[in-house]
């Protein structure tokens, strides 16, 4: 038993660094963004969503580093953090177009299930998440222990988000109960938030 507490440990800690990442800023801005169209209401799905579009890219990479032995192009890690940048920009900009077409009563289409999952697709392609899953994986013993830390990192990090998700719709339905206008002015500041956040990326990289 005691030969198998560092292993437990280094799994734990896969777990862990999935929940730590679920907080990064640009995922609470992407998810955040995405539920501020529709007032919250469908936050939870959205970020559970979100959260499996980023574990299968994880999942991909994982596969080609440890399975196929490639390495991460760094040209590639750089395309990705440029589209989350833009991404998070849309974001923001549709977030305002549906509340211009909610203020001027023109109706608005609901954002996608699939479209959180594509937003997670490209974050789990960029940032941290090579560092803090794929990486550590790799200097494991064996291909399937290092799947393993994938999938709890993985199991982590939608468990996580998933709280973000409901926290973020019973914020906003508490809000609309209280007052509409309290309501959009939250959307409207998360729409801001991912916008902001999007150029700083860009700014910064």
Known sequence: MADMAPLLSILLLGFAAGVIHAFDADHIAAVSGISGRDGGRHSFRF???????????VIIIATCVLVAGTAIPTRFSAYAEAAVAWMLIAIGISTFMHLWRQHHRRGHARPNSYNAALVGLVHGSAGSAPLLAVIPAAGMA?????????????????????GVGAALRSGMSAAGRYHHALQLSLQSGLGVFATGFGVFLLLSN
């Open 142 to 162: 064996s291909p399937a222990l290092g799947m393993l830390h994938i999938l709890l990192f993985n199991v982590g990090l939608i468990m996580a988000m998933a």
């Open 47 to 57: 970020a559970l969503h979100w959260g499996f579009g980023h574990g299968l890219a």
